[in-house]
């Protein structure tokens, strides 16, 4: 049983930074890549970073030169680095694990964890 749990979420102004972490307990061999995902209100869930078991990284337009995701397969933990937030990066984020070809044409893996907010305002 995969489990993946998500923290770092909060309140911050914009121009600011947050960093949130992913841990995956349990193993699955079909999972050779991490992503995190975002639900914005009234929207779809949108991929912004994936990463390879290997340490590639992905990542969509939105995210590219401010977000940067990482791993620590010691631990089974993936990050977000986000800075220079802004108001439309309000969101849940969502860690997800599978295989990584699924995790970057948007559906996501097959494990999701509960998600965590990130809220910007000033």
């Known amino acids: 049983q995969v489990q993946l749990m998500e923290s770092g979420g909060g309140w911050v102004q914009p121009g600011e930074s947050l960093r949130l972490s992913c841990v995956l307990s349990g193993s699955d061999t079909s999972i050779n890549g991490r992503a995190w995902y975002r639900q914005a209100p009234g929207k779809q869930r949108e991929l912004v970073a994936a990463?390879?078991?290997?340490?590639?990284?992905t990542y969509a337009p939105s995210a590219k030169d401010r977000f940067t995701i990482s791993r620590d397969n010691a631990r089974e933990m993936i990050f977000l680095q986000m800075t220079s937030l802004k108001p439309e990066d309000t969101a849940v984020y969502y860690c997800?694990?599978?295989?990584?070809?699924?995790?970057?044409?948007?559906?996501?893996?097959?494990?999701w964890g509960q998600g965590t907010q990130v809220t910007v305002s000033a």
């Open positions: 990463i390879t078991s290997g340490g590639v990284p």
């Open positions: 997800t694990a599978g295989p990584f070809g699924t995790l970057v044409t948007g559906q996501g893996g097959r494990y």
